[in-house]
């Protein structure tokens, strides 16, 4: 009978724990527009923000846009599954449902602009420093991410990109096709193209960068993180790349990804200098 207590006894006090630390993040799912707009796209006509708000905020948010090829959204592996990651460093992450292209190319930075705006619209009450919010992506959310840093107004500026095996061109010879088509249509006119091969567009104001990516990436050619990289340090931009020698594509955060430690740590350290700044 004894141990019968106690065992419950140790069974409230874990359960009490466990929804100690569920309560400690905040978490809220809003609508990207307050009133919806006229959507001219036919996936994903709701766009919206998850936000995950730490129970100690650093100051420090993060916007992620999931991948996906423009044509669907890893929202879990490249989106949610992040939260508990950034909070337990005092980090707010905002994951962007965006809406997609559907070869109308201007849609989606557009809510990636719409996210930056709300979140500083909401910076004092989520405890956020409107001059630390930065954007993440992965595969062609990483080109998204990489669009805003290279194409930002006074107003959507990030203070830095985080980049997982990220799409940045969409000229012909390294692109991932499906993504290419699929934010510029089956033709695009050459103009576009240069608009949104963003290793073009890098100044000595584009936001420092950590980038990390796979070696036999075969998905995105690791040519686009590499040829981003040359022009960030070109530019005299601080950053930082990662090329792990296997893993492919697409892992995200997944535990299945063997350097997922090194990698993790190291963008750990790496935000916790930007903290400081």
């Known amino acids: 009978m004894k141990r019968n207590r106690n065992s419950i006894i140790i069974l409230i006090l874990f359960t009490s724990i466990f929804f100690q630390n569920v309560e400690a993040q905040r978490y809220l799912e809003l609508a990207l527009y307050s009133q919806n707009k006229n959507i001219i796209t036919g ?26 090829g423009y044509s669907g959204l890893q929202i879990a592996n490249e989106g949610n599954s992040f939260a508990q990651y950034f909070n337990e460093q005092g980090i707010a992450l905002i994951v962007l449902k965006y809406r997609l292209p559907n070869g109308i ?35 062609a959310g990483g080109h998204l991410a990489s669009t805003l840093a290279t194409h930002f107004t006074v107003d959507t500026r990030p203070c830095f990109q985080i980049l997982l095996y990220p799409v940045i061109t969409m000229k012909s010879d390294f692109t991932n ?11 695009p006119v050459e103009e576009l193209v240069e608009y949104y091969s963003n290793e073009l567009h890098v100044t000595p104001t584009t936001p420092q960068a950590f980038i990390v990516l796979s070696d036999n ?3 995105v050619f690791p040519q686009n993180s590499i040829s981003y990289y040359q022009a960030l340090q070109k530019n005299g931009v601080n950053t930082e790349l990662h090329i792990y020698p296997t893993g492919g594509h697409g892992w995200g955060i997944s535990n299945n990804f063997k350097y997922k430690t090194q990698w993790t740590d190291a963008l750990r350290c790496w935000l916790n200098a930007i903290q400081k700044q």
């Open 43 to 68: 996936k994903n006509d709701e766009p919206k923000i998850n936000v995950f708000l730490p129970k100690t905020s650093n100051g420090v948010a993060v916007i992620a846009c999931p991948g996906g």
């Open 105 to 139: 190319h201007d849609i989606p930075l557009a809510d990636a602009e719409q996210a930056m705006r709300m979140i500083k619209e909401n910076a004092t009450e989520w405890h956020i420093n409107k001059e630390k919010i930065g954007i993440m992506g992965a595969s």
């Open 177 to 187: 096709t499906g993504s290419r088509k699929a934010l510029l249509g089956e033709k």
């Open 217 to 219: 990436d075969k998905v």
